[in-house]
C-alpha cells in the first residue's frame, strides 16, 4: 500500500513541477509549486521522516510561498487566469497519470533491489541507530550543517538575490 501511495505523491511532484514550469500565469505557477511541496511532504511521511514533512509544510508550504505571492502581487503580475488554471489543472492531472503509469511499469520492469540511488542509504536499522544516538534534530542538522552546508547557504542566498531582484524591478515601475 505505501508503494501505491509512493508513486501517487511521485507522480504529483514531478506533474507539479512540470506544471510550474508550464504555467503562464504566476499566480497558478504558485499553486503547482505548493502542490509539488505538498507531495514532497507525503513522501516524508511514507518514509516516517515526520519532522520534515512537518518542516517541509509549515516552512515552503507555508512561509516561503506566501513570500513568493507577495513578490508576484509586488510585481503585479496577476490578470484574468481563470483559463490559465484549468488548462494548467488538467495538464497537471495529465502528467500524473503519466507519472504514476510510468512508474509503476518501471518498477515492474527493473525491480527495487537493484536500485543504485537506494544504495547509499542506511535503511530502517541504520535509522534506528542514528536517531537512537543523535535524535531527529540532530540526524537532520549534523549532516545539513556540515556535508550540505555549501548547498544550504546558496539556497539563502539565491531566495534573498530573487527577493532583492523583485523589489528593484517593481521600483522601476512604481
Known amino acids: 500500500m505505501a508503494d501505491i501511495f509512493f508513486f501517487i505523491f511521485a507522480a504529483?511532484?514531478?506533474?507539479g513541477g512540470i506544471g510550474?514550469?508550464?504555467q503562464k500565469n504566476p499566480v497558478g505557477?504558485?499553486?503547482f509549486m505548493v502542490g509539488t511541496l505538498a507531495s514532497i511532504a507525503g513522501i516524508y511521511v511514507l518514509l516516517d521522516a515526520h519532522f520534515l514533512a512537518a518542516i517541509q509544510i509549515m516552512v515552503y508550504a507555508g512561509a516561503v510561498m506566501v513570500?513568493?505571492?507577495?513578490?508576484?502581487?509586488?510585481?503585479?503580475?496577476?490578470h484574468d487566469y481563470r483559463d490559465d488554471i484549468k488548462t494548467g489543472l488538467l495538464l497537471f492531472l495529465a502528467f500524473a497519470t503519466a507519472g504514476a503509469i510510468g512508474g509503476l511499469l518501471a518498477r515492474q520492469l527493473r525491480g527495487a533491489a537493484d536500485n543504485p540511488i537506494l544504495a547509499h542509504f542506511p535503511g530502517p536499522e541504520g535509522?534506528?541507530?542514528?536517531?537512537?544516538e543523535q535524535g531527529i534534530v540532530g540526524a537532520i542538522a549534523r549532516p545539513l550543517f556540515t556535508d550540505y552546508v555549501v548547498a544550504f547557504e546558496?539556497?539563502?542566498?539565491?531566495?534573498?538575490?530573487?527577493?532583492?531582484?523583485?523589489v528593484a524591478i517593481a521600483k522601476r515601475k512604481v
Open 20 to 22: 510550474v514550469v508550464l
Open 127 to 132: 535509522m534506528e541507530q542514528l536517531l537512537a
Open 67 to 78: 513570500l513568493f505571492l507577495f513578490v508576484i502581487m509586488l510585481l503585479n503580475l496577476g
Open 12 to 15: 504529483t511532484a514531478i506533474g
Open 154 to 166: 546558496l539556497t539563502g542566498i539565491l531566495l534573498l538575490v530573487a527577493l532583492v531582484g523583485a
Open 29 to 31: 505557477s504558485l499553486l
